[in-house]
């Protein structure tokens, strides 16, 4: 009995197993189930992608001036809603596992990018960011962010608004520094990646802070 031809066998290797299952794309979650709202509204996939720093900041609000496990968990679904475009009694219809998971994913972006504890902050004279596609607000492209050492006077509001300690204001404080030290407009700042805003914080606050900068860490359960 002859053995299979060279052509054969290596047929055997490029063909597709049909059985194995597709890959799943990263930031999308199928519930078992379509998600139907008795007001009207299907929905079968949750799509998420980075977060933005004005979603994250709306997160931040939900927790109000006292954080407890409850308000942490409203704003993880807060931040789901924004950045799926769910409406917020859909997510309430998630699995629990499953939004455990998207807000994993949400949080990661911010993570990622934050400096660890046990690292030196980055003290060069001068850091540069670049926005692949540039930021679009107030009718201009802002397709780079410089940033310098802050100085004193613009430390000093970071200081006031940190020091009503809740996770809005610390994150507030953020978004004004860096907004005061690259000269960009409040919308540009707002509109910015989570993780490029949270390099651009940790630069900045680098000069004053020892640690990691302090963020939206709320928003891993």
């Given at each position: ?34 998600i139907i ?109 410089s940033l ?59 000069f004053f ?13």
């Amino acid at each position: 009995m002859s053995g299979p031809t060279d052509d054969e066998a290596m047929a055997v290797l490029s063909a597709p197993d049909e059985r194995m299952e597709p890959e799943a794309e990263a930031g999308v979650f199928v519930p078992d189930e379509p998600i139907i709202l008795k007001k009207g509204g299907t929905f079968t996939e949750l799509r998420l992608r980075e977060p933005t720093v004005f979603e994250t900041l709306y997160a931040a609000k939900v927790i109000g001036k006292r954080a407890t496990q409850e308000s942490i968990y409203d704003s993880q679904i807060d931040l789901v809603a924004r950045v799926s475009k769910w409406p917020v009694v859909a997510v309430h219809m998630l699995g629990a596992r499953m939004l455990d998971e998207a807000v994993e994913f949400l949080s990661r972006f911010e993570q990622e990018a934050r400096r660890p504890a046990d690292a030196d902050p980055d003290l060069s004279p001068a850091l540069m960011l670049q926005f692949l596609p540039p930021i679009e607000a107030v009718n201009q492209a802002f397709p780079s962010m410089s940033l310098r050492p802050p100085t004193v006077g613009e430390r000093r509001p970071y200081k006031a608004a940190e020091a009503r300690g809740t996770a809005e204001a610390f994150l507030q404080a953020e978004i004004d520094l860096v907004r005061a030290v690259s000269d960009w407009p409040p919308a540009a700042v707002l509109k910015m990646p989570i993780s490029q805003f949270a390099r651009a914080s940790d630069y900045l606050t680098g000069f004053f802070t020892p640690g990691p900068g302090t963020g939206s860490s709320f928003l891993p359960s």
